[in-house]
């Protein structure tokens, strides 16, 4: 069975760093390219990072200069590296694999969620 396991939320204060992990069967990893969402309570469920097998990576705005992506073929494991986080980041954060480098397209792969919360 395909999945996708995640690691590594957390609480942390403004200006914090913590580092998520999502690990994969090797069909999906080495097919996909893999990222992360993420939903704040009350809002949609929005884009945050992608990353493609040839290490090219994508960013949403609102994270460039404060997250990376990275990826290591083998542990087929991705990594999401937030650093400088602030309460706006805080949200349950979702490993995903997709077609795209926003992730759209493909098998409905999701993870099962990972809180990260950010708070004084």
């Known amino acids: 069975q395909e999945q996708l396991v995640e690691s590594g939320g957390g609480s942390v204060q403004p200006g914090g760093s913590l580092r998520l992990s999502c690990a994969a069967s090797?069909?999906?990893?080495?097919?996909?390219?893999m990222g992360w969402y993420r939903q704040a309570p009350g809002k949609q469920r929005e884009f945050v990072a992608a990353?493609?097998?040839?290490?090219?990576?994508n960013y949403a705005d609102s994270v460039k200069g404060r997250f990376t992506i990275s990826r290591d073929n083998a542990k087929n494991t991705v990594y999401l590296q937030m650093n400088n986080l602030n309460p706006e980041d805080t949200a349950v954060y979702y490993c995903?694999?997709?077609?795209?480098?926003?992730?759209?397209?493909?098998?409905?792969?999701w993870g099962q969620g990972t809180q990260v919360t950010v708070s004084s």
């Open positions: 090797r069909n999906i990893f080495r097919v996909f390219a």
């Open positions: 995903k694999a997709g077609v795209t480098m926003t992730l759209n397209l493909g098998p409905n792969y």
């Open positions: 990353i493609n097998s040839g290490g090219v990576a």
